[in-house]
């Protein structure tokens, strides 16, 4: 009784303070969230902060603790969203798969990279939100996470190993009974889910939009007003790589030549064998397109597999869509970053649902290998507006 008449008291103050001053109490509306993908648990870095062949545990700790100091920085004067601020809070910690390297042998298991892993993503984060609570991980599965589950043609060691699909799972899907390494079934237990954060929908989706996919993506959509603008995330580039989908031809076995790793529902149109680039999937891209233009509120799109620092704007195999799309760096396998250490980074995502923009900010956390803590630089940017015409 006594508690309640004291917030009785504490509120009647606070309203008396506003109506004399006219003031307001600050309330941030920005969302930040921080964004990487391609941990690849179990490779090696040819060159890292002076040392040679160092461990994927030692790569990602130390960008974790990078990611710790985000709060610090003062934002670039960009003209983006919160320009010239410092960051304060992180909401999100997002990382979109290939979170274990495939269990090619001598590589280690699924389960041996999920361990450290969950030591340095789960435990050693020490991001905090705007209401001092820990900041939320975000997953989505990448192709090496898949392959770990479901068998692959290449030579691996064990065969199968589900633990990080099996954890992702639990983690993001929250199943009143948590799968199993045992029960866990890749063709029934995707891992699709969405949040509506101050008005803006984000969906996690698996691996890529095929068909399938946008089957449980329409449903979800479906509970989203066509005014509200929504962000996809996932593994895969807007192109997906051919080898990712079925093969065509019964009994649909995963070989040596035919490539296929049989990672989406849909099956391959183009031909019974994969091909080596990403144009080959013109026809699967038509169907993601016809999507697009279905539900023009899909407003951004942010992916890893193929790795760089990278906003460019998706427009489809016949150039009839426009998707802004946000391509993240490695810490093990970006393009650029595998061979200049100084190029590797990760992403802040500064988020406004009032003005409904969305800037994407470049952060460079090794710029200086022989001076580990050295702070992080701001890179390029990009400020995309979400709202649906």
């Not at 709060?71 to 909401?91: C, H, M, T, W």
């Not at 996809?232 to 035919?258: G, I, L, R």
Request: aromatic residues 10%; contains cysteine; proline residues 5%.
């Amino acid at each position: 009784m006594q508690h309640h008449f004291k917030n009785i008291i504490k509120a009647v103050f606070f309203s008396l303070i506003i109506s004399l001053t006219g003031l307001k109490p600050a309330v941030s509306q920005v969302i930040q969230m921080v964004y990487t993908s391609d941990a690849h648990y179990a490779l090696t870095r040819k060159d890292f902060q002076g040392a040679t062949n160092v461990d994927a545990k030692v790569v990602n700790a130390a960008m974790i603790k990078k990611i710790n100091a985000v709060p610090q920085l003062i934002l670039p004067v960009d003209g983006g969203v919160s320009s010239g601020e410092k960051v304060a809070a992180v909401d999100y910690l997002i990382q979109t798969g290939d979170i274990a390297n495939r269990m090619e042998i001598p590589y280690q298991s699924a389960a041996a990279s999920w361990a450290q892993f969950e030591t340095d993503y789960r435990h050693g984060v020490t991001l905090k939100d705007h209401q001092n609570k820990p900041a939320k991980l975000l997953l989505a599965p990448g192709n090496h996470d898949i392959s770990n589950a479901i068998g692959s043609s290449k030579l691996m060691n064990p065969k199968t190993d589900p633990t990080a699909m099996v954890q992702i799972y639990n983690l993001m899907m929250k199943p009143a009974v948590l799968k199993t390494n045992e029960n866990y079934n890749y063709a029934t237990d995707k891992i699709n889910y969405s949040l509506n954060v101050k008005g803006i929908h984000i969906m996690f989706i698996t691996l890529w939009p095929d068909s399938a996919e946008r089957i449980w993506m329409q449903k979800d959509l479906e509970k989203v007003a066509k005014t509200t603008p929504v962000i996809v995330f996932c593994h895969d580039q807007p192109t997906c790589e051919s080898k990712h989908f079925t093969n065509p031809v019964p009994p649909y076995n995963m070989t040596a030549a035919n490539k296929f790793e049989n990672l989406t529902a849909e099956h391959y149109k183009e031909g019974t064998v994969a091909a080596k680039d990403d144009g080959a999937t013109n026809i699967e891209q038509r169907g993601w397109v016809k999507f697009l233009k279905q539900h023009p509120n899909i407003k951004a799109y942010f992916h890893g597999n193929s790795n760089w620092n990278e906003f460019y704007v998706y427009t489809g195999p016949d150039h009839d869509v426009a998707l802004n799309t946000f391509r993240v760096d490695s810490p093990m396998k970006g393009d650029y970053s595998s061979k200049d250490e100084t190029k590797l980074s990760f992403q802040l995502i500064s988020l406004d649902p009032v003005k409904q923009e969305l800037t994407v900010r470049e952060c460079l956390w090794d710029t200086e290998p022989t001076n580990p803590s050295a702070k992080t630089v701001f890179g390029s940017s990009k400020t995309v507006s979400l709202k649906v015409q």
